[in-house]
Nanobody, 114 residues
């Protein structure tokens, strides 16, 4: 299993970014996928998750601003982030649990600053 995130960068408050996570793994469509983030000095936290059937859930702090989606044909999961705030600044990670093992990407930095 290999996960590669992209799409991070520097954006002004109120701006938008779309993160992508390309997965190299068999049967991608069968697995739930998640985005986590970790800000400096803080614990890693769940941002959003999507099941194999397309059901989603979000952290309260991003509800109404972020949207997770997946394209099974491309084995890719996305995180659309709108109305970004400085407190959204963090390294964002894509993750998947396969059987009892958790796999993580290398992360992509998102910085929200004027």
């Amino acid at each position: 299993v290999q996960l590669v995130e992209s799409g991070g960068g520097l954006v002004q408050p109120g701006g938008s970014l779309r993160l992508s996570c390309a997965a190299s793994m068999p049967f991608f469509s069968l697995y739930a996928m998640s985005w986590y983030r970790q800000a400096p000095g803080k614990q890693r936290e769940l941002v959003a998750a999507i099941t194999s059937g397309g059901s989603t859930n979000y952290a309260d702090s991003v509800k109404g601003r972020f949207a997770i989606s997946r394209d099974n044909a491309k084995s890719t999961v996305y995180l659309q982030m709108n109305s970004l705030k400085p407190e959204d600044t963090a390294v964002y990670y894509c993750t998947v649990r396969v059987l009892l093992d958790d796999y993580w990407g290398q992360g992509t930095q998102v910085t929200v600053s004027s």
